[in-house]
T-cell receptor, first 112, second 112 residues
């Protein structure tokens, strides 16, 4: 089906572990984004990408790594997870033209 | 720095009522403004996108207006239904960036 798919939907891991959240979109949108959503903070941008092999930091990039070797995929890696990274993570994409941004269903990540 | 504010944070209305959700932003140099809906445990669904050159957009019972000079947008929901219960977020895209800046959202409850 067309759209944005995030996996896994739920993840529990321990502090210090590496975890990768996957994001795949079928529209061939140029722009892709990673957000985290926390009570009291709303949606905060972690990283974004304007095209394959082009990434840039958002508001809260520390502790996260991204890559974009293919247009359709934009994985987010927590290299050494901390409890403060417990959150709901959303991936989004947008075309280069003046089009709406679309979101995936999110990954709920708990770090114990 | 662009800031987006949504007031009130929560709103409860009886079914059938017409209602207005408010969004204000501090910098009028925007490319567009987007309204989203978020149901509990779900991702964001795009409702309406207003370009900076437009005054309003309509989709079904929803009408969004934009007054760029005063830094305000409203989302009008006609004949509200219990199924409209959700959190509504507005986001602006500043002119000099591809990123969206989100408000904290208004949580709407429509009582049968």
């Amino acid at each position: 089906d067309a759209g944005i798919t995030q996996s896994p939907r739920y993840k529990i891991t321990e502090t210090g572990r590496q975890v990768t959240l996957m994001c795949h979109q079928t529209w061939s949108h140029s722009y892709m984004f990673w957000y985290r959503q926390d009570l009291g903070h709303g949606l905060r941008l972690i990283y974004y990408s304007a095209a394959a092999d082009i990434t840039d930091k958002g508001e809260v990039p520390d502790g996260y790594v991204v890559s974009r070797s293919k247009t359709e995929n934009f994985p987010l890696t927590l290299e050494s997870a901390t409890r403060s990274q417990t959150s709901v993570y959303f991936c989004a994409s947008r075309d280069t033209s003046n089009q709406p941004q679309h979101f995936g269903d999110g990954t709920r990540l708990s770090i114990l | 720095k662009q800031e987006v504010t949504q007031i009130p944070a929560a709103l409860s209305v009886p079914e059938g009522e017409n209602l207005v959700l408010n969004c204000s932003f501090t910098d009028s140099a925007i490319y567009n403004l987007q309204w989203f809906r978020q149901d509990p445990g779900k991702g964001l669904t795009s409702l309406l996108l207003i370009q900076s050159s437009q005054r309003e957009q309509t989709s079904g019972r929803l009408n969004a207006s934009l007054d760029k000079s005063s830094g305000r947008s409203t989302l009008y929901i006609a004949a509200s239904q219990p199924g409209d219960s959700a959190t509504y977020l507005c986001a602006v895209r500043p002119s000099n960036t591809g990123k969206l800046i989100f408000g904290q959202g208004t949580t709407l409850q429509v009582k049968p």
